[in-house]
């Protein structure tokens, strides 16, 4: 979920989370332990990659989510 300048709310695509906080359009968005806020809590940026970063890791493992939703029924 995330919070726009205009202080609606969405539910987005994990893709769209960065480029969301690139171009400034959110305000915020929430982990799955806590609300971030974009400019006042540390985020990952464009020159940051995963191999540096040194936090927790909060997203599934992508076969983790593959086989979830291989699970689902059509």
Do not use: Q
Not at 34 to 60: F, L
Request: some cysteine.
């Amino acid at each position: 979920m995330v919070c726009y300048d205009d202080d609606s709310y969405d539910i987005v695509e994990d893709y769209c989370l960065d480029y969301l906080i690139r171009v400034g359009n959110i305000t915020g968005f929430c982990r799955s332990d806590k609300w971030v806020r974009v400019g006042a809590d540390p985020v990952r940026d464009e020159n940051t990659s995963c191999e540096t970063y040194v936090g927790k890791e909060r997203r599934r493992p992508l076969l983790e989510k593959r086989i979830e939703h291989a699970d689902k029924p059509e």
